[in-house]
C-alpha cells in the first residue's frame, strides 16, 4: 500500500511522528508522500522526509495561500524539484469554500503552477472544494498531453469524474467513503476503474469510520483499501496491487526503490580500497578494472506482477507476488556493456484456488520465460554500477479452462500459448572480488515487460464457470513487473588458465 497524500509535517505529529511512520511500515505501507501547503513549512516537510528512504514529497502552494504565489515563490518551488525527494507539484488547486484569496488569484496560482510541472515533468496533486466548473476549465485548457496528475479526496460528480479520467488524470479516495451519507460518493467509487484510483489518507483528516472525529494517521489507509474493495466487490488484496502499482508509475517510484536497495547493500559488503583500482605488478601503473567480469552465471528470484487489460474498456486485472525464478548467463566484452541470457518461471495458483472445491479443479498456471537483451553501464569503474537494459521476452503459458459439452457437462481441457515480448528495466551491481574465486555481484533489477500481441481466449477468466458471461469471447494485453534479485558469479577465467611466460 502507498499513501499517497499525508500532511506528517503538521503540528499533530510533532510528538510522535517517528512512532507515526514505524507503524505505518508495520501496517504494510511502502511509501509515504507528503504534500506541502505553504512556503513557511517547506524546511519542516523536508526535515520530515529526509527521515526514511520511503518517504517523499510533493512541493507546491495550497489555494488557501494562492497569494504567496510570485515569482520568488516560484523559483523557489523550482529549485526545490531538484531534490530526489519531490515526486510531483502540490498540493495545488482551488477552494472556493473558504475563499481566503480572491478566486482570479487562486486561478492564476493555479495555473502558474502547472506550467511549472509540466516545465519539470512532474504530475500535479490537486486540490478542489466547490470550485468544480472553473477546475476542470483550467486542466483542460492546460492538458497538452504532457499533464499528469491526480484529483485528491476526490468529491465531484459523476461528470466531474469522466471529464478527469478523459484527460487522464488519477482519482484518490480517503476515509470519507466510509461516512454514513456517503452513498453518492461510495458510488463514484464503484464506477471509477481500478486503475485509475490511488489510496490517500490525508492525515491528520479525514479519519475513516471506526475512528472518525480521532487524528488520522497512515497506518489507517488500509481502511479506505478495505472499503474499496467492498464497494467494488473485489479482492483488498486487487486493490492494493493495483493502486500500488498506479502510485509507483504516477510518481516515479521504481527508480528510487533500486536506488534505496542499492546503498545499503553497498554499505554491508564493500571496503575494499581504492587503490585496488591499480595493478601494483604493473610497472608504469597502468590503470586497471577491479573486478574481472568476462563471464558470469546467477540464479535468478523475483515477484511477478501480472498485469491484463481487457478490452475495450481497459479494465485491468492484476496478479501480484507471484514467485518467479530461474537461472542467467552473463557475458560483458567490455566495461560498459553486457549481455544476458535468462530462463524464469513462475506459477499462478488462482485458477486452482478458484475451483478447488469443484467436482474438477483446474490446474495452476505455468508460465515460462527466455529472455535475450543486453544493459549499458552507467558508471563501468564503480564498486556499485547503474544500468538500463532492453531485450527480447519470449513466454509459454500452460493452462487449463472449463468447456460445455453436448451433455450440457463442463469438462477440463489443457491449452498452451506463445508471446513475444519486449523488456526494459533498471538496476544495480555491486561488486565484490574474492580471491582465487572470482568476483561475486549482488544484482538488483526491476524489470517490465510488455507483450507485442494481445490474448484473444473464447472464454472469460475472470468469471467463474457457473456464472453467466464464462462462454463470452475476451482479449486482453499483458506486461510484467518483475523486482528481481540474484547473485552473479564471474570465475576468474584469466588467473585458471593463464600461462606463465
Not at 13 to 20: Q, S, T, W, Y
Not at 300 to 308: L, R
Request: hydrophobic share 35%; glycine share 6%.
Amino acid at each position: 500500500m502507498i499513501d499517497t497524500h499525508a500532511h506528517l509535517f503538521d503540528d499533530p505529529f510533532d510528538e510522535d511522528f517517528e512512532k507515526v511512520v514505524q507503524d505505518a511500515f508495520k501496517e504494510g505501507i511502502e511509501a509515504i508522500l507528503m504534500p506541502a501547503i505553504e512556503p513557511k513549512t517547506f524546511q519542516k516537510m523536508f526535515e520530515k522526509v529526509n527521515y526514511d528512504s520511503r518517504l517523499f514529497c510533493s512541493i507546491g502552494i495550497h489555494p488557501h495561500n494562492a497569494l504567496e504565489v510570485n515569482e520568488v515563490t516560484l523559483q523557489l518551488i523550482e529549485r526545490y524539484t531538484n531534490n530526489e525527494k519531490v515526486k510531483a507539484i502540490g498540493e495545488i488547486g482551488l477552494d472556493y469554500y473558504y475563499d481566503f484569496a480572491p478566486r482570479d488569484v487562486q486561478i492564476s496560482a493555479f495555473e502558474k503552477q502547472i506550467e511549472l510541472a509540466k516545465k519539470c515533468d512532474l504530475p500535479i496533486i490537486v486540490h478542489n472544494r466547490e470550485s468544480n466548473d472553473d477546475l476542470m476549465r483550467v486542466l483542460k485548457s492546460q492538458q497538452n498531453g504532457s499533464l499528469s496528475g491526480v484529483l485528491h479526496c476526490f468529491s465531484g460528480d459523476f461528470a466531474m469524474l469522466k471529464e478527469a479520467l478523459d484527460l487522464g488524470m488519477y482519482i484518490s479516495f480517503t476515509g470519507n467513503i466510509t461516512f454514513k451519507k456517503a452513498e453518492e460518493l461510495r458510488e463514484i467509487v464503484r464506477i471509477t476503474p481500478l486503475n485509475r484510483i490511488l489510496l490517500e489518507t490525508d492525515s491528520p483528516w479525514m479519519s475513516p469510520v471506526p475512528f472518525r472525529g480521532n487524528r488520522n494517521e497512515p497506518k489507517m489507509v488500509k481502511l479506505v483499501a478495505e472499503k474499496i474493495a467492498e464497494i467494488k466487490s473485489v479482492n483488498i488484496k486487487e486493490v492494493i496491487e493495483m493502486t500500488s502499482l498506479s502510485a509507483k508509475k504516477l510518481f516515479k517510484l521504481f527508480l528510487i526503490i533500486i536506488m534505496t536497495m542499492s546503498f545499503g547493500f553497498t554499505n554491508l559488503i564493500f571496503a575494499q580500497d581504492e587503490d585496488e583500482y591499480y595493478d601494483e605488478t604493473t610497472s608504469n601503473q597502468e590503470e586497471v578494472p577491479l573486478y574481472y567480469k568476462m563471464f558470469g552465471i546467477a540464479p535468478v528470484f523475483g515477484t511477478n506482477t501480472v498485469v491484463n487489460t481487457y478490452k475495450p474498456n481497459d479494465y485491468d486485472s492484476a496478479q501480484d507476488g507471484l514467485l518467479t525464478i530461474g537461472a542467467a548467463i552473463f557475458s560483458n566484452p567490455v566495461d560498459w556493456l553486457f549481455f544476458e541470457f535468462a530462463y524464469l518461471t513462475f506459477s499462478d495458483k488462482k485458477p486452482y484456488n478458484d475451483t478447488k472445491d469443484a467436482p474438477i479443479p483446474l490446474d495452476i498456471e505455468k508460465h515460462k520465460m527466455i529472455e535475450i537483451g543486453s544493459g549499458i553501464i552507467l558508471n563501468p569503474n564503480g564498486k556499485v554500477n547503474f544500468y538500463g537494459n532492453l531485450g527480447y521476452s519470449h513466454s509459454n503459458s500452460d493452462f487449463s479452462r472449463y468447456v460445455l459439452t453436448q451433455n450440457d457437462k463442463y469438462i477440463k481441457e489443457n491449452y498452451s500459448i506463445s508471446h513475444n515480448g519486449i523488456y526494459y528495466g533498471i538496476g544495480f551491481f555491486a561488486n565484490m572480488y574474492i580471491e582465487g574465486a572470482g568476483t561475486f555481484v549482488l544484482n538488483g533489477e526491476w524489470r517490465l515487460t510488455n507483450i507485442l500481441e494481445n490474448t484473444k481466449l473464447d472464454y472469460d477468466p475472470r468469471v467463474l464457470y457457473t456464472e453467466p458471461g464464462y462462454n463470452e469471447p475476451t482479449e486482453y494485453s499483458t506486461f510484467y513487473s518483475i523486482p528481481r534479485a540474484s547473485i552473479i558469479w564471474y570465475p576468474p577465467l584469466d588467473e585458471w588458465f593463464k600461462t606463465k611466460k
